[in-house]
């Protein structure tokens, strides 16, 4: 095993002060989400306001700090049921083998050729503006990729004489699969996890932008940037500060996820 | 006294899919209507390049692996016909050692776990009890039981394989299969390893089907040895027997293929022609024929039948024919 590389630590340090700045947000923001400063509607960062206010009077920093919860609790959530169905079905699916596994994995090319974006507009449009509409569609589209990862993952170490091992030992399935299985994909699992997130932050950030994101006063940092586009000419600082939140924890993600790729899954198989 | 395994004209084809639809469009005949008896306290070697069908056989009569047609008896026990639930009360029974001692052990358990769990899944020993056999079994196999707590990762290959063997032993098992168990092992340490066997199998008394594609290991070990090749097994008899007077061309050539030590026995005899034939697409009659130095006419075209050449040997050559040539 190696020790992280300095952009993964760097990496894993801003974004854990992003996560409990996003956790512990009324305390973290200078304001409320909502509170209006009329004195200061539209200004430019200050000492008293670092990120400006937009054209409410809102402070931007504790927007995009609440934002964060938004945007941050859908990547966590929608990646995190995701990988759960993800490999509960990959699993089963590479397990079994055979007629099961060629119809199960069907479906998954079914639900991977839809256009991702066009089913979530769709679901989000039929279930209204809100997380659950969001946190649905995201989860809908993005268990096929875990599933497919898993399958593949299972086919190659059922095939390792351990797992035969413990047959001739008279293991049933369910052992078999959690204890020879499920244990040796761990690696594997939290680096698609790592990469994961910040695509599902993505995505929530894309819904935000076009409109179909939380409603107001609620902020993502989706529906900030959507905020900061129209004033982009004369006030760039309403996208430019939930823009590099969003570009700064996603390069995060990815940094983290190289550094738990190498440490954990060097040649996509570390351990055996 | 009927004998602890029977296995009676075992097969097992792998079917070939092809065209755009994957229709079956042939069979590998991995194994093909293979028979033989192993004692109780046995040691059968089974020899035979790689390829030839070896592992898949070994690996069928513990039913690993679903055999296409024929019956193996265990304990006058049919146990193709056992269900999910007798086949497991009977496992502990039957046991395997695998060729590649990196592979066959599960990297996240530690030896403790890993030489406790078929104990586990058979409640052979509560909590307190299964550690002390499991330190036991390690003691046996030559492993320090200080050692217990460590992973797979942190042994040595020699030491891997106790380990694997110390696992398949725990159960003591009647029968045990030798997946070529010393091949993966430097020369030095597979002396080890087959001395360990060895001692292990006299004090247990369990029968062993010992795999290997070295003859000399399965010499030093086995009472009887049967020779495979593409399939079938063309050659059986008592070790010495066999090793003094081989019947068949081929064993004839494994045994001359052996290099030997002294100068002047080297090179008196060609190698074998040519490589074994793909089993897709084995050759006609007498599947040795190509390669044989005393084929004739009717081995291309008729498939010879084991002959009988006493009451302990069989071949499958027509050169045993007492119909003649």
Not at chain 1, 16 to 23: D, E, I, K, M, Q
Not at chain 1, 66 to 75: D, E, K, N
Not at chain 1, 258 to 264: A, F, S, T, V
Request: include cysteine; aromatic fraction near 8%; charge should be positive.
């Amino acid at each position: 095993m190696t020790s992280f590389s300095w952009p993964a630590r760097l990496s894993g340090a801003f974004l854990l002060v992003v996560l409990v700045a996003a956790c512990f947000a009324p305390w973290a923001a200078p304001y409320a989400y909502d509170a209006q400063d009329f004195m200061n509607i539209l200004s430019t960062p200050t000492a008293d306001h670092w990120m400006g206010t937009d054209r409410l009077g809102r402070d931007l920093f504790s927007r995009v700090v609440y934002g964060a919860r938004i945007s941050l609790f859908i990547g966590f959530a929608t990646t995190f049921v995701a990988l759960v169905i993800g490999t509960i079905y990959g699993s089963v699916s590479g397990y079994a083998g055979g007629k099961t596994d060629q119809y199960m994995m069907r479906i998954v090319d079914v639900v991977f050729s839809l256009p991702d974006l066009l089913l979530i507009i769709l679901l989000t449009v039929i279930m209204g503006r809100g997380m659950a509409g969001i946190f649905l569609a995201l989860t809908l589209v993005s268990w096929v990729t875990v599933a497919r990862l898993v399958r593949g993952e299972v086919l190659r170490l059922k095939e390792f004489p351990f797992v035969e091992a413990s047959r001739a030992l008279g293991a049933g399935h369910f052992r078999i699969m959690t204890q020879d299985i499920l244990p040796n994909m761990i690696g594997v699992l939290v680096v698609t996890l790592s990469f994961r997130i910040p695509l599902a932050i993505l995505a929530e950030s894309t819904l935000g932008f076009i409109g179909l994101g939380v409603s107001p006063p609620l902020s993502s940092w989706g529906t900030l940037t959507n905020d900061g586009w129209t004033a982009i000419k004369f006030y760039p600082h309403l996208i430019l500060f939930p823009s590099l939140a969003i570009f700064l924890t996603i390069l995060s993600f990815n940094f983290l996820g190289e550094g738990l790729r190498d440490r954990w899954d060097p040649k996509g198989a570390s351990r055996i | 006294m009927t004998p602890l395994l029977k296995v009676q004209n075992i097969k097992k084809y792998f079917p070939m899919h092809g065209g755009l639809f994957s229709k079956v469009v042939s069979q590998v005949r991995a194994v093909d209507d293979v028979s033989f008896d192993l004692n109780r306290g046995e040691i059968l070697g089974l020899v035979g390049e790689s390829g030839c069908g070896k592992t898949t056989l070994g690996r069928m009569t513990l039913r690993l692996l679903e055999p296409t047609g024929g019956q193996v008896f265990f304990n006058d026990e049919d146990i193709l016909k056992l269900d999910h639930k007798a086949l497991t009360r009977l496992r502990p029974k039957m046991q395997i050692i695998f060729q590649d001692p990196y592979g066959s052990l599960n990297p996240w358990f530690n030896v403790e776990r890993i030489i406790g769990e078929g104990m586990r899944i058979h409640k052979l020993a509560d909590a307190k009890n299964l550690a002390e056999k499991v330190e036991e079994m390690m003691v046996k196999v030559g492993l320090l039981p200080k050692n217990k707590k460590r992973y797979p990762h942190e042994f040595s290959g020699g030491q891997r394989q106790r380990i694997g063997i110390a696992r398949a032993l725990a159960l003591h098992p009647d029968y045990l299969v030798c997946d070529e168990p010393v091949s993966a092992l430097d020369v030095s340490i597979q002396a080890q390893i087959v001395n360990l066997l060895q001692k292990l199998q006299q004090e247990s008394g369990m029968a062993m089907l010992f795999i290997s594609h070295d003859l000399d290991v399965v010499k030093h070990l086995s009472q009887t040895i049967a020779v495979m090749y593409l399939g079938k097994i063309v050659e059986t008899g008592p070790t010495e027997e066999l090793i003094r007077e081989p019947a068949h061309p081929y064993t004839r050539a494994l045994l001359d293929a052996k290099p030997s030590t002294n100068p002047k026995n080297r090179a008196k005899k060609a190698p074998l022609p040519g490589d074994v034939p793909s089993p897709m697409n084995p050759p006609s009659g007498c599947h040795f024929h190509p390669r044989c130095p005393e084929a004739h006419e009717r081995c291309k075209t008729e498939e010879p039948e084991i002959q009988l050449i006493n009451n302990n040997r069989s071949v499958r050559c027509h050169l045993f024919d007492p119909a003649g040539k």
